[in-house]
């Protein structure tokens, strides 16, 4: 967990301002998320990525859903606002971790999707 958490900061850290991407997904739904510069010398990466964050795959475990597993979210909204970070899952002391208690929720089952943006385009034959 502390390599995933060192590259969401170096990412962070390093992000330039972001444009607006999109992508409509089999179903017809369109998620706007952001096209972003990724740029750290640590990892030694200068690239342009297209960041999706935010997508719900389940329902939050609260009241009846608690301690079951994960129960199909509904259908997204289209479009779909993917271009904010969502909540953090609890935790047991927030303080020892340096976020906010606002910062977290009980409603943090989601996935965020970061690819890198092609240079060229490709034909495929």
């Known amino acids: 967990m502390g390599r995933l958490a ?7 850290l390093y992000s330039a301002k972001a444009t607006k991407s999109t992508v409509t997904l089999k179903d ?4 706007e998320g ?7 010398d640590l990892l030694q990466v200068y690239d342009k990525v297209e960041s999706f964050y935010g997508i719900t795959y389940a329902e939050p475990p609260v009241g009846p859903l608690r301690l079951t597993p994960p129960f199909p ?6 479009p779909f606002d993917a271009a904010v970070v969502g909540s953090s899952c ?21 996935v965020d999707v970061i ?11």
């Open 6 to 12: 060192c590259v969401v900061f170096v990412f962070s």
């Open 115 to 125: 690819v890198l943006k092609p240079t060229v385009n490709y034909t495929f034959i």
């Open 34 to 40: 952001v096209n972003e510069e990724f740029n750290s």
């Open 90 to 110: 609890m935790q047991p002391d927030p303080q020892t971790h340096g976020a906010r208690l606002e910062e977290f929720s009980e409603d943090c089952l989601f």
């Open 28 to 31: 017809g739904s369109v998620l």
């Open 73 to 78: 979210k509904e259908p997204l909204g289209s």
